[in-house]
C-alpha cells in the first residue's frame, strides 16, 4: 500500500500542468547561473593572472629596492561560481607595505556599483528563494487538498495507518520534486568539466556537500508544507500562512538578526580608527623630530669655537654612526606605530567578529540563514575570507618587509663602496633608484595563498547541518502530530 500512495503522488506531481512550466524555468535558471559563474570566473582568474604579471615585472625591472612597491591579489576560487557570497564585496587586492596597513580594497562590487545593485545570482541564491517556493508551490495542499477533494476520507477507510499515509506524501513528492531537478544541477556540474574549470579534489567534496546540504534545505519546506496543511482546513488558508512563514524565515529573520547585532555591540567607524592611528603616528613622528633636534644640538657641543674645517672633518668622522642611529630612532618609531595599528586593527576586528557571531547566532533561528552560512562556508566565500587574506598577506609583509630591509641596506653600502672609489666623497650613494641595471629580487619571497582544509570547512558547517536536519525533523513531527488529529470531515 505504501508504494502504491508514494507512486499516486508521484503521478500528481509529475502530470500537474505547473510542473512543467515551474520546473522549466528553475531548470533554466539553475544552468543559466552556473553558465555565468563560469564565466565570471574566468574573467576574475584572467584579470588576476594579468595583474599578478605586471606586479612581478615591475619587480623584475625595479633598479633599486628603495623604489620597490609590491601589491598582493586575491585568487579566485572555482567554488565561487556556485556560491558568491561576500567574493564581490571584500577586496581583491593589498598593497604589502611597512609603512601601509594590510586592507584588501579595491572589490569588485565598488568597481561595478550596477552589480552591487542587481547582485550576481548564483545556485545558493536559487535554491535558498526559488526552489524553497517551488517546494511550497507543489505541497501546500498536500494534505487539506485531498480533504477538499473527498480522497483523504476516502483513502483513510481503508484502514491505512496515518502515519504511513503522511509518510508516503512526504516520500512522494520529495522524490517527485528532487530526482527532476538534479537533472539541471548535474548537467551544471558536467559544464565545469566542460569549460575547464580547475576543481581540485577538496572542491569536488565540497560541491557534493552543498549539493546534499541544498536537498536538505528544500526537505524542509516539504515537511514544513505537510505540517501547516496538517493544521488548516482549506488549501488556500495553508497557501497564505506558509507564504507569510517563508517571508518571514527568507526575508525577514536573516535582516532583523544583523540590524539587532548591529544595535547590542557597537563597532567603531573607520574614520575614529583611522583618526586614532594617524594621531598616534603624528605624536611619534614629533617625539622623532624633537629628539633628532636634541641630538644634532648635543652633537656639536664638544665643538664650541671650532673652525669649519675642523667641524667638517668631525661630521664626515662620525656620520655614518650618526646616520645609523638616526635610522634605528626611525626604525624604532615605525615599529612601535606598526604594533599600535596592529593592535587597534585587532581589537577593532575582534569587536566586528563579536557582532558576527552574535548576528549569525540569531540569525540561526531561520533555516534560511543556517543554509546560506553553511553554503558560504562550504564555498569558501564567508565573512572569514577576508580575515583569511589579511592575516597571510600581514605575515608576508613582515617577511618582505625583512627581506626589503636587508637588501636596501647591502644597497645603500654597495652605493658608498661605489661613491667612495669614484672620489666623490660618498654622496653619491644617496640619490638611490635614479637608473642603472635591474636589481637581482630573485631570492625574494612569494605571497602563498591562504588554503582551508577539507575537514577545517566541514567541521563548522556540521553545525548548520545539524541545525537544518533538527528543523525538518521538527517540522515532520510536527506534521505527524496535527495528521493523527486531523478532522477528514
Known sequence: MFKILVEKELKAILQSPKFVATFGVCSLLILLS?????????????????ATQLVDQSLAEATSFYAMTNTVYRKPSPMQIFVSGVSFDVGRLSKISSSEDVKLERSSYSESPLFAVFRFIDFTFIVQVVLSLFAILFTFDAINGERESGTLKLALS????RGQYLFSKFVGSWLGLTIPLLIPILIGVLLLMVLNVPMTGDDWAKLVALIGVSILYFTFFIALSLLVSSITKQSSVSF???LVVWIMLV??????ATMAAGQLVSVPTVAENESQKDRFRTDQQQLVQEWRQEAWKNRFTSLEGASREERRAFYEANRDAWEQEDREVRSEMELKVTEFNRKLNEELRNIKFEQERLAFLLSRFSPASAYQLTAMNLGGTNTSIKKRYEDQMFAYRETFSTYLTVKQQEERDERRREAQKSGSGGRSFMFLG????????SDMPKFVEPKESLSAVLR????DFGLLSVFTVIAFAGAFVAFIRYDVR
Open 434 to 441: 635614479s637608473g642603472g641595471e635591474a636589481v637581482d629580487a
Open 251 to 256: 526575508l525577514i529573520v536573516p535582516r532583523a
Open 158 to 161: 481503508n484502514a491505512i495507518p
Open 240 to 242: 497564505l500562512v506558509l
Open 460 to 463: 563548522p558547517s556540521m553545525i
Open 34 to 50: 552556473v553558465f555565468i559563474g563560469i564565466k565570471e570566473y574566468h574573467s576574475s582568474v584572467a584579470q588576476y593572472e594579468t
